[in-house]
């Protein structure tokens, strides 16, 4: 197993390389020398920047989406005008593309305002104004070049109320598999606080999410989705991962993502019963009919995030690590923004989310004990988490057994 860019965690099971990923010449030309079977584009800038349709061009199989259709995540208009066509649930929206006509398009909304970046910008894109003077403001730091070209188109939505949760799909373009749930935390701080980031932790299952409701998501957002995906000539092949809303009118869809998600695949991971290369090939080469419904195991899955110091603004960057003995009673360390620091052998920080220390157990509280038991056990003194990754669920359980 090959993996570009890779990183410490990564290396210990597959060979890392460092390779521009936007010579998509030089990426077949590795793929057709090594004889690769399959690629997996876990990111989401080569899946809109088309990487999947060079490669599929020459013969090689491809699990991620075509430039096309990656829009779904590449795009918000764009996957806002296929709900219109499908009718699919979703907020109510504006799409911008100058900063007088934002202004004036938020005359239609009250407040709190939600402002999203068109484009991708790492997950943090999205501005929540709780008042006309912040929306203003907001606005003109987007146009202004603050999420750079992300921003120079911008989305303005109705507030929803609700709960968020995330739901995956696999599929090839026609047969649609289901594939877990989860609950992602996008603020930086405790108790849902702070600026938005890519993400600080994450559970699954999310049994908000229950049969019923997922069954309405699956019929009147994913199902159709793909459907009109196709309709229009873009077939979706890969995994759809859907943010949704739990509302008072039911399930709606705030955004779609092309990838699995981080923090979210870790912890569907650790419960997933199967080999994901079987599924991801099947979906590759237009066979998913043919497989069974992907198991999970019935525990408990949490993940938290350790991040540098700073993020989700400048990062501090080049902090020591010391894993310890994380890993003894079962707990799982995902490597994100780390490097091995060749002088001194010393695991050091390299970017804003560093590590993702996740963990099961037969309940959520137990998953999320044996998780932080883990964090403790690691040095890092210029890295931070927060300390209440599935406070809600955690909360609903003890009222339910209190």
Known sequence: MFASPGNPGIAQCASCF????DDHDLVVGFCEQERVGLVVIGPEAPLVDGLADSLRAEGIAVFGPSRAAAQLEGSKAFTK???DRAGIPTAGYAHVVTLDEALSALDRFSAPFVLKADGLAAGKG???AETRTEAEAALSDMFGGKFGDAGAEVVIEEFMAGEEVSCFALTDGATILSFGTAQDHKRVGEGDTGPNTGGMGAYSPAPILDPVTKGLVLERIIAPTVQQMAKDGHPYSGVLYAGLMLTSEGPKLVE???RFGDPECQV????????????MHACATNRLASMQPPAFSADSAMTVVMAAMGYPGTPDKGGAIDLRDAEANGAKVFHAGTTLDEDDDTLRASGGRVLNITATGATLQEARDAAYEAVGKIDFPTGFCRKDIGWRELARGKKSTG
Do not use: E, P
């Open 268 to 279: 569907l991971m650790m419960r997933f019963q199967g080999d994901l290369a079987d599924y």
């Open 18 to 21: 460092a390779m521009d990923l």
């Open 81 to 83: 005008q296929l709900c």
């Open 256 to 258: 779609y993502n092309c």
């Open 126 to 128: 999205v501005v929540i």
